[in-house]
């Protein structure tokens, strides 16, 4: 895997996700937007006026680079194991990150000093599927390079 392939398949999956988020969001009028939570998690989380302000930029910006992060654990796994890059092992390995990024979410959410309505097992069983739906968008990026 080239480095051109690892961006591209990072910005296909990222951006994938986030467009899944978006239309499930809109479809169950739920904010489970990603970008959008981590921005409310940052502001509300914040003392400084300035991380306040900037908040929703810095929240896709985390986006962006957990995405990149969660390519690099999918990168390591395949390098680690050896084995075909397929959509049994893509299904596995998005089911994985999903769990993951469940379990992180829990702890950002624990965070929140102001507390509000939200559907957090709705959004966790979203999140599953949004993982899914990176890993796949991921490894349809990797076989068009090949």
Not at 52 to 76: D, Q, R
Not at 96 to 116: A, H, P, Q, S, Y
Not at 126 to 135: E, I, Q, T
């Amino acid at each position: 895997m080239t480095l051109i392939t690892f961006l591209v398949a990072w910005f296909i999956a990222t951006v994938g996700m986030t467009l899944f988020s978006a239309v499930w969001s809109r479809m169950s009028k739920n904010q489970f937007r990603e970008p959008a939570l981590l921005s409310l998690i940052i502001a509300s989380n914040s003392n400084n006026d300035s991380i306040a302000v900037n908040a929703y930029k810095i929240g896709w910006l985390s986006h962006i680079l957990l995405g990149a992060v969660f390519l690099g654990v999918y990168e390591i796994l395949w390098l680690f194991t050896g084995l075909e890059r397929n959509f049994l092992w893509a299904f596995l390995f998005g089911s994985g990150l999903g769990v993951l990024g469940i379990v992180g979410w829990m702890f950002m959410f624990k965070t929140i000093r102001d507390e509000f309505e939200f559907n957090y097992l709705h959004y966790y069983v979203h999140l599953y599927f949004a993982h899914l739906v990176f890993s796949f968008l991921a490894l349809l990026s990797y076989f068009w390079f090949q």
